[in-house]
C-alpha cells in the first residue's frame, strides 16, 4: 500500500487500484496519485495479490474482486471526506465490478476509470459492460481517441446508456490518456486529466 495525502485530511480519498501488467509502483501510478495529492485528492493504491507474488497473469476476477473489496474496507476506515474508487484499466474494471455488486462498504460516493477496458483489442464482441448498469454512483470515464480498448463511438455509445457518467474523450490519447506531442507550457493531456478528475471528485455529492 502507498499513501499519497492531501493537506486537507476532510479532502476527498480515491482508492486507486493499478492496471494488468503493471503494480502500484509503476511510473504511471505514481505520477498520477502524486498529481491528484498535489490537486488536494487524498490516494491510496495497493497491488492485487497477483502482482505481490510475482505472477505475470491476474488472478481470476473473483479473487480480484475480493482482493479490491478487502482492500476498500482496510483503506477507507477512519477517512472523514467522500471516499472514491476507481483504477487504471483493469483496477477501474474490477472497481466497477465490486461496486455493481453492492460489496464495497462504505459505499463509495462515485467511480473514476482511466483507460476503461470496455473489450479486448480488436475483439469488440467481447464487450465488459453488461454490469456497469447495476452500479448506483456516478461514473466518471477518461478514455483516449487512440485507445485499443474501446473507440471513440462506442465509449460514447456506452456512456449514454449509464445515468450519472460522463465521458472525458483525450484527443490523441493511447490507452494510458498520454499523446505522441510534447508537453506545452500548460502541461501534457495527463495534467488535464488530473484537473478534471480533481475537480469531479471536490464538486458537491449528487
Known amino acids: 500500500m502507498r499513501d499519497y495525502p492531501a493537506t486537507d485530511p476532510n479532502s476527498p480519498t480515491v482508492v486507486l487500484a493499478h492496471g494488468a501488467g503493471a503494480g502500484e509502483q509503476h511510473p504511471w501510478m505514481v505520477r498520477v ?36 473489496r478487502s482492500a476498500w474496507a482496510r483503506l477507507t476506515s477512519g477517512r472523514t471526506g ?30 473514476v476509470f482511466f483507460g476503461y477496458p470496455l473489450h479486448p483489442p480488436g475483439k469488440p464482441q467481447q464487450m465488459r459492460d453488461r454490469h456497469l448498469p447495476d452500479i448506483r454512483q456516478p461514473m466518471l470515464f477518461f478514455h483516449g481517441e487512440r485507445d485499443p480498448f474501446g473507440s471513440p463511438d462506442e465509449m460514447t455509445a456506452l456512456v449514454a446508456r449509464l445515468p450519472k457518467s460522463t465521458l472525458h474523450m483525450v484527443p490523441g490519447g493511447d490507452h494510458s490518456l498520454t499523446t505522441r506531442k510534447k508537453a506545452g507550457p500548460g502541461g501534457d493531456t495527463l495534467d488535464r486529466v488530473m484537473d478534471l478528475a480533481a475537480e469531479w471528485m471536490r464538486r458537491p455529492l449528487y
Open 33 to 68: 496519485a502524486k498529481g491528484l495529492a498535489a490537486r488536494e485528492i487524498h490516494v491510496v493504491t495497493f497491488n492485487f495479490s497477483y502482482m505481490d507474488a510475482g505472477k505475470s497473469a491476474p488472478d481470476r476476477p473473483d479473487v480480484l474482486e475480493e482482493t479490491y
Open 82 to 111: 467522500p471516499l472514491f474508487a476507481g483504477g487504471k484499466s483493469m483496477g477501474g474494471r474490477i472497481a466497477s465490478q465490486v461496486a455493481a455488486k453492492g460489496a464495497f462498504d462504505p459505499a463509495p460516493a462515485g467511480l
